[in-house]
């Protein structure tokens, strides 16, 4: 039984893919950011990543820190290619653009058409708030997407075959990851504000249950932004300065 599971204990392949989703249900989502639907079954984890075609090993990393927060294993994560690395960033992207950002959109628009009418400026303000929010996020996942996924492919693919060519050995010398670095973050600590609009200068609004149910997304999100810059800085970042490193031995 799901319940006699100690929830502390890593995730494993042998689990079944409807237990583990009764484990800890806040992996929905990242299940889904690898192109898993329902159905499952009786089958167990290592049967479902084998039929979509999906590095179990991969998955399972992924999804314990998740599960854990007190389990990241940089180092493992770090022994897989850039690419599938990128590639779930780039299936994370799509998901807080496409999905999550859209739902809190729909509450806020919910929320709007039934707050009192003296707080209608003070939600016209959050509504503008998280609006310029969504640009922020959007203009970050395109930099990482236009700019960072091409560049640490175009690292790997050099190393893998021994050659840098001078357009790649300039931008390396130029924009090495490093300054990527010290400008990366942030996006989630926006969320504050926005928490902080609710539950500090939002007057009452009507029904209450709307406005707590916002709020709680907000939490949600922020926690997987955290992760997922937790991966994008300790997994990612070191590993492309490993690329870099034999790029420029190389070049």
Do not use: W
Request: charge should be negative.
């Amino acid at each position: 039984m799901v319940s006699s599971v100690n929830k502390h204990l890593p995730i494993t392949a042998k689990m079944r893919m409807a237990d583990l989703i009764h484990l800890d249900y806040r992996l929905i989502p990242i299940i889904g950011r690898f192109g898993i639907n329902m159905g499952f079954g009786n089958k167990n984890v290592t049967e479902i990543c084998e039929a979509t075609g999906i590095d179990t090993d991969f998955f399972l990393e992924i999804i314990n820190s998740y599960h854990n927060s007190d389990y990241f294993p940089k180092d493992q994560l770090q022994n897989f290619s850039s690419q599938l690395i990128i590639q779930y960033l780039s299936n994370t992207h799509q998901f807080y653009l496409t999905i999550k950002v859209k739902e809190i959109e729909a509450m806020i628009d919910t929320l709007s058409q039934q707050v009192y009418e003296s707080n209608g400026m003070n939600m016209e303000l959050f509504r503008s708030f998280f609006k310029e929010y969504k640009i922020e996020l959007e203009r970050h996942f395109e930099k990482e997407e236009k700019e960072v996924f091409p560049y640490v492919h175009a690292l790997e693919k050099a190393c893998a075959s021994q050659y840098v060519s001078p357009e790649l050995l300039k931008k390396l010398k130029n924009e090495p990851i490093e300054r990527y670095e010290r400008n990366h973050g942030g996006v989630e600590e926006k969320i504050t504000d926005l928490k902080n609009l609710i539950m500090k200068f939002l007057p009452p609004v009507k029904p209450q249950d709307l406005c707590q149910n916002l709020l709680m997304e907000l939490f949600r999100m922020e926690n997987d932004l955290q992760d997922h810059s937790r991966i994008e800085e300790r997994v990612l970042v070191p590993k492309v300065k490993l690329l870099e490193k034999k790029a420029l031995q190389i070049g």
